[in-house]
């Protein structure tokens, strides 16, 4: 491979226009770097490391979420959704990223596990601070009408009401039904009293 020397053009103060040989080298250096990293293989160490990083990271998870409780990995809220989403995110960090060591990483997930179970346990514990963190089931059919300002201010659409009912295995919308949208995001279709 010949090696091409790049030269730019610049005033530095001092009124030098062009960059010293160690600044051209510095360049040359980094991009070159960026040009040979490899696409499909590094390293048989890397498949190693990642193999290693993969299952102690994923056993350590398994352990911290056992220890956690069964709400760790709910999906009651948004909060539960978001903590579910950055543990995926963070594990593949973990295994993927050369520059995060497993203890640090192990750590992180921990430190996310336990906040997760503080801000549960402190929800359940005072009603204002549930009222930050939980949504309220919504109303959004009462006895067979359509509540259109619920629907919209939810962005459900009559549609995904008539699929809730269907799915439930109602052929279509009576004066006994009622529809609630759950803190989960699911459709509860229920025999109103």
């Known amino acids: 491979m010949q090696r091409r020397r790049i030269e730019w053009d610049v005033t530095l103060p001092g009124g030098e226009h062009r960059l010293r040989a160690a600044e051209r080298v510095a360049v040359d250096t980094r991009l070159r770097g960026a040009m040979n990293d490899p696409i499909f293989f ?3 160490a890397g498949i190693g ?28 809220n948004a909060f539960d959704f978001i903590v579910t989403i950055c543990l995926g995110s963070m594990l593949a960090t973990i295994i993927l990223t050369k520059s995060v060591p497993l203890v640090e990483g192990l750590v992180a997930l ?63 919308l009576s004066a006994q039904h009622s529809v609630v949208l759950e803190t989960d995001g699911s459709l509860t279709v229920f025999q109103a009293g």
């Open 110 to 172: 921990g430190l996310l596990i336990a906040l997760q179970f503080t801000i549960t346990w402190l929800s359940v514990r005072h009603e204002p601070f549930q009222a930050l963190i939980k949504s309220r089931p919504t109303l959004l059919v009462h006895r067979g009408v359509y509540q259109e300002r619920a629907l919209r201010a939810e962005r459900v659409t009559k549609e995904e009401i008539t699929a809730a009912l269907h799915s439930n295995g109602r052929a279509e």
């Open 49 to 76: 490391r990642i193999l290693v990083t993969g299952v102690l990271a994923y056993a350590g998870l398994i352990v911290m979420l056992r220890g956690s409780g069964k709400r760790t990995l709910s999906k009651f």
């Open 42 to 44: 590094d390293s048989w």
